[in-house]
Each structure stands twice: as structure tokens, then as C-alpha cells.
């Protein structure tokens, strides 16, 4: 337990943390816009 409580209290961790959090919601954000761009794609050609 007292790993934990460094850990949570640690804002190197909590800067890691957000930064991952950040860059995963970016990667999402593009996955989504081309899947979505691309299905628009094939759809308008026919």
C-alpha cells in the first residue's frame, strides 16, 4: 500500500499519466476521423 500512496502522490506519475491520457484521446480522435472519412468515401462513389 505504501507503493501505491507514492504513486498517487508522486506528480511525476500524475504528468505521465495525463500525457498518456492525452496522446491515447488523440489516437482515438484520428482512428475515428479516417475509418469515418473513408466509409464516407466508399459510400459517395457508387
Known sequence: MNLLSMLANDPVVMFSLGGMAISIAICAF?????IKNIQDDTTEGK
Open 30 to 34: 484520428y482512428v475515428y476521423y479516417f
